[in-house]
């Protein structure tokens, strides 16, 4: 009956009732089951030989198997055609079956992960696949969401509830969530829950991550819903012991799987090319079929009227045209080894090959981990050295996520710097002995920082240092809690944040707690507790926060840290002398691309403070210009601060990363950064790995918000790029038709400087509409790198889509989480990072790798040498077998068009399966033009592969015409010697079978030459190939003509004695030497002159290798130079606005808390609209960078 069920109508809108299947399966909504595998066992076989047969190859050999079961037209037998065809296809069948049998088995591995459903008034386990839309379901701490759920009720006071969304986002940064008060109120009951009928009217599924509307009805009411109050699949329940959700959304329909896309057969250039190429010749066999009929309708009509009475035809049988047409497909048939199917074969073996030497790179296994590199398709191997823009992700990709306290100024002095006996700066190495934190229960981890004088500072009590750490304790939004072991543990909105506070822990000044109205600290192990008085939160148009405490003493005090440009300003005029020095190590902290961040405090005056608290009272209670009215107060109380000093912080980069980006930019490869993290963060971290350099001419940033603006934005920095730009001083113009759109790479090569673009993603939503894309794209492709800020899944996966579209440009994605995946997939080449964030990104990838520095690898030697090998054995094997075919071409001509093949039909099927097959396999598995180390040293040598130079079809004609230059010496020469010719007995010579020995002996000769010629890299294998396969040829021979061979098949095997005695003729071996000669020396003499006179990259690199071939090479190292940059202070844009106003209203504490007393608190307290204020005031805008280079649109 399902063949014949309506189908699905697409939704407009959802309706879901609480705690009732029945009535939600009659909407036929998706069930909980995902699927990312492209078979099951039922389509498996159609699908994939649809696909294989998308080949042309594959369509074109089958084609002449159905030829070859017609006895009329067919010279050869049908078993020469169809045992390599379906070898072929049961290989590639095999190796599909294998890929897509992982992909059901981690499908499974998702499916069946078990969570807690609410059935029956019970909470059951069930497996996730069976969980239905409806269904409510109890999450705990640290773990992942089943499915897109309405937040009911948690165990945190007010329904909040703390959820990680790396695998949706990329950070890792805590974001609040909180039910709705009337289904809070229901908490843990489960006869509540049960009880539960509400029913919700909400969007249809899409892949939007930050939008969502609704509305739930429930007891006579109707309450709005919006996007903080939904959970989505793939976030992580932190920092909260249990909550209960309702599932809105399941399976294929969740906002996760709607930003996967789908998984794309992908083939290669190559591959592309070669359909092409098998479509040309084939035109061209049929050029050649036709050819040949006409002369066997015009030999039949003149000639063949003679031999009819021998072939006891009658005279009306046999018109010349119809022998003509028969002709023609037995011509088809004799020359189809133009393309024989055993190319394909080979090409399969040699792909596999290849994906196994990645495996086995010793030089990609991450040994931390015990991960080596996988290739995890074998189809797409050689465009990993034709790679021309990367695409990466940037959290857990480029960076460890992991923040690290490096180094800080207090007081006018470096702490962090190791100096030598000459006052030298010393790296710091992990050799170092770590300094001695006193307080060692409290310190989290061994602390990487090897100064000891901070230390020493600390023990004699020097008030700055004390003061600098005592800021950094009290300072920020941090909650902590102790786990099972009574370990003190703490939960950050950043990481940066974190780092700064565990810095002040690991140096005796530990956090402890906080109320709404006091934070606890250990100072030096000493408790004191201090008096929260206020709290001046963060926002972006701010760049820093604040906090007013009051000590045990009664001092109140105010503590400032965020973003040096803008807390400098702040400062009291008597720090002159300090900001001059302290700016001076900022600008050296962020010349070694640390995140940098000031530390200021400000004594108050008690009275001074209540007369501002009572105004910020007001300001909070008014109703008109409230912001402004509360901002105005902070920018008073924040004045005439007294310096500290500054902190740097490291977002720690992956091991390698900046060499890896370095070597890639020498390589001619363009890297694009697409991340869902915040604009500044994103460029700090462009500049660390060398993506963004000081040196580049500017960096243009875009951040409109609507299409009109975008476009302007867009178009100013071009022209801005131009002006700059003295190649397009003439007043050029670039078109700006439909056309231009293509760019050619003649615009880009006129753009001599260096230059970056800055997007963020609700720009970039403007900028991939079909009338802006056309700015940007031009714009982009004429930068060096690219940073995309705030970019959802979906336009990931757009921005390679656009390239692909309209750059005819090889394309290659990385990264590590769910995030990643549809950008992954849509590029010509996915990687996945196995990282932090889960293992979607692997599982959808091509290649999987466990540190983004293995790339380096990955593409300059294993895709360089791929594509190297790849058309080295196109080139060869087209030639050969040109070469081999169009031999019977000429011998139409001396056997009355006949279709009589000039070969014995058995060296025929054996020439491309046994005689020619191994050494060209060798040479495509392990043929190097140069070491791999020298891949490394010289990126350039990866230009070729992006530039198409190896394999087009300027080479592909090239390796034809020498084809038939090696078939017409095949021939002819021949033809020539043994043309009234006697062998040394005196008897003639000049029979069928000799010919046919004579010219496959000189064939397999010349052939097996020529590979050697052709082979740069020799191995044994090599060797034994090689000159294997000759005496192969010789034995098989010998063998065919034997007397043994004869008595067994005497039908299949006639001529008895032919090759001894071809072979034992001088006269042969002279015609075999003649032909050898004639053939090879032009192609010798060629590629001398070529390398003397106009030598290529490798000829040098591989002639330098010969000569150093006895001395062990010197390896130059990069020196890394380190930037000197006014960028700074990077922390305050990776912070989050709203964090203050929860912490001081006393929302996310427990109720045991002891309610605030004081005026300020109690306001905050009472106030309900912060949840609100907290999600209005998220934004992505970024208001610019201090950056002087930094062009402002």
Sequence with gaps: MMFFSKKKLPEVERVVKANDRDYNEKFQYADNRIHTSKYNVLTFLPINLFEQFQRVANAYFLFLLILQLIPEISSLTWFTTIVPLVLVISMTAVKDATDDYFRHRSDNQVNN????????????????????????????????????????????????????????????????????????????????????????????????????????????????????????????????????????????????????????????SIDRLMNTLVLWIFGFLVCLGVILAIGNSIWESKVGAQFRTFLFRSEGEKSSLFSGFLTFWSYVIILNTLVPISLYVSVEVIRLGHSYFINWDRKMYYTAKAMPAEARTTTLNEELGQIEYIFSDKTGTLTQNIMTFKKCSINGRVYGEVLDDLSQKKEITKKKESVDVPGKSQSERVLHFSDHSLMEAIELGDPKVHEFLRLLALCHTVMSEEDGAGQLVYQVQSPDEGALVTAARNFGFVFKSRTPETITVEELGTPVTYQLLAFLDFNNIRKRMSVIVRNPEGQIKLYSKGADTILFEKLHPSNKDLLSLTSDHLSEFAGEGLRTLAIAYRELDDKYFKVWQEMLEDANAATMERDERISGLYEEIERDLMLLGATAVEDKLQEGVIETVTSLSLANIKIWILTGDKEETAVNIGYACNVLTDAMDAVFVITGNTALEVRQELRKAKENLCGQNTSFSNGHVLNESKQQLKLDSGAEELVTGEYALVINGHSLAHALESDVENDFLELACMCKAVVCCRVTPLQKAQVVELVKKHRNAVTLAIGDGANDVSMIKSAHIGIGISGQEGLQAVLASDYALAQFKYLQRLLLVHGRWSYYRMCKFLCYFFYKNFAFTLVHFWFAFFCGFSAQTVYDQWFITLFNIVYTSLPVLAMGIFDQDVSDQNSMDYPQLYEPGQLNLLFNKRIFFICVAHGIYTSLALFFIPYGSFYNAAGEDGQHIADYQSFAVTMATSLVIVVSVQIALDTSYWTVINHVFIWGSVATYFSILLAMHSNGVFRIFPHQFPFVGNAWHSLSQKFVWLVVLLIAVTSVMPVVAFRFLKMYLYPSLSDQIRRWQKAQRKERPIRSRRPQTRRSSSRRSGYAFAHQEGYGELITSGKNMRAKNPAPTSGLEKMLYNNTSWIENLCKKTTDMVSGFSHDKTVKL
């Design 113 to 268: 992960r078990q969570s807690e459903v609410l059935i029956n008034s019970k909470l059951q386990n069930e497996k996730w696949m069976n969980v239905k839309v409806g269904d409510i379901i109890k999450l705990e701490n640290n773990q992942f969401v089943a499915a897109d759920l309405l937040l009911l009720s948690s165990s945190e006071p007010h329904g909040l509830c703390y959820v990680e969304t790396a695998e949706l986002d990329g950070e890792t940064n805590l974001k609040v969530r909180q039910a709705l008060p009337v289904t809070s109120e229901l908490g843990a009951d489960i006869s509540s829950l049960a009880k539960f009928d509400g029913t919700v009217v909400c969007e249809a599924p899409n892949n939007k991550l930050d939008k969502f509307s609704g509305v739930l009805s429930w007891k006579d009411s109707k309450h709005t819903l919006s996007n903080q109050k939904i959970i989505l699949r793939g976030c992580v329940l932190r920092n909260t012991s249990w909550c209960f959700g309702m599932v809105l959304f399941a399976g294929p329909d969740t906002k996760l799987m709607q930003n996967s896309g789908k998984t794309k057969f992908k083939r290669t």
